[in-house]
């Protein structure tokens, strides 16, 4: 072989090498690009919470005051960036969603996360404003009843709409006044003004600021969405169980709320039983759902991770409670019986309507409640729990 032939063949080889090295960084790109652009799950990338989360979560005044949307719900920018509700969502994990979380928790509920045993206090006008422009946000731009923002966030939405249980389960069955505009409401503001009552709460501390979530169907699918997690379930379910509790032990011999005419009084507490019916039909169906679209294995193993993170059952006391205590302290309550172990106990548990009506019905025998005036009450509960169900 010539000189000039051995220069064209090793020019040859490396015209070859070259193109192989070519279509191998061609291919390499073709696999890393997509990586890059997409999660492990091959959905849009995502994004960790912003740096100035990791300052509110440890700061609830801080996370209260960055994160307020203002009176008229308008500066919601800060709380976009920490919720990503636009763009490339949330990442799930430590960063992502658990550090999200953590910030939303202690802006609204104004506790860390570290610290949700303490005493709550009355929520503040800023932390009722910023739950109300979450739920706003994370209800925005979906399909009804199908918001898909991050699983992780459940958990702390859970918490968030257990401090403000009373609210959450009022903005589920009758939600405001038609005519009241503002994201919150305090104790004197919501009082009627022939003196009837008050359409926030029935037993006014007379120092609670309530959150006045948008219309129904918005919070509606974030409760639903948050309830398809076990661990958010068992905290909504807890909160809303020690709600009807408190409430029950409040009302007279004759099952009417104290004070105003009787009429009202008895209007108002049948109304109130119907609410938590309807609340308790909305998280069941929730866990149907969740099945149904594969957030959850089944119904045994939803139901069973429920009992594990439930804190107990719970009881009114067997005589009228007279005080009137904060509405943000009604998750803290704690439990008066353990719901037991086994598939037995998770039965039961995940049964609303035996949760509610042993509840009501041991509070009618040992209050004394007339028996016709008992079934009618029950009748009622019993009717929006189904109604509530077969609307799903």
Known sequence: MSFLDRIRGAASRRTVLLAGAGVLTLALLAVLVPALLLGEDGSEECRQAPDSARAQARDPERAAQELDPGEGVTRTGPLKRLLR?????????????????????????????????EPARPHTERAARVAHAAVLLLSRGHERYQPDFPLGLNPYLARMFASYIHD??????????????????????????????????????????HVVFPEFERAQKVVRRAAASPRAFATLYDAERARFAWYLERLTDTAREPGGKPESGALSAEMELEQSATFVAELMGSRTVAVRD???????????????????????????????????????????????????????????????????????????????????????????????????
């Not at 430590?94 to 860390?112: E, M, S, Y």
């Not at 009758?174 to 359409?199: H, I, Q, V």
């Not at 172990?341 to 041991?362: C, H, I, S, T, Y």
């Not at 028996?371 to 189904?386: P, S």
Request: aromatic fraction near 6%.
């Open 85 to 117: 509700t636009t763009g490339s969502p949330l990442c799930e994990g430590a960063d992502g969603t658990q550090l999200a979380g953590r910030a939303l928790v202690a802006a609204t509920t104004g506790r860390t996360t570290a610290d949700q045993h």
């Open 168 to 209: 959450t389960s009022r903005s589920l069955v009758r939600g405001a006044p038609l005519d009241w505009k503002a994201p919150t409401a305090t104790d004197e503001e919501a009082e009627y003004s022939d003196g009837s009552g008050n359409w926030a709460t029935p037993f006014p501390s007379g120092r609670d600021v």
């Open 294 to 392: 594969g957030l959850a294995p089944s119904l045994a193993q939803f139901d069973r991770a429920v009992l594990r993170h439930t804190r107990g059952l719970y009881h009114p006391a067997d005589h009228r409670v007279r005080t009137r205590s904060s509405t943000a302290a009604l998750a803290q309550r704690s439990p008066d019986a353990s719901a037991g172990q086994g598939k037995q106990a998770a039965d039961r548990l995940m049964d609303g309507r035996v949760q509610l009506f042993a509840v009501f019905d041991a509070w009618a025998r040992e209050r004394g409640i007339p028996e016709g005036l008992a079934e009618r009450i029950r009748i009622r509960m019993d009717t929006r729990y189904a109604s509530s169900l077969n609307l799903l």
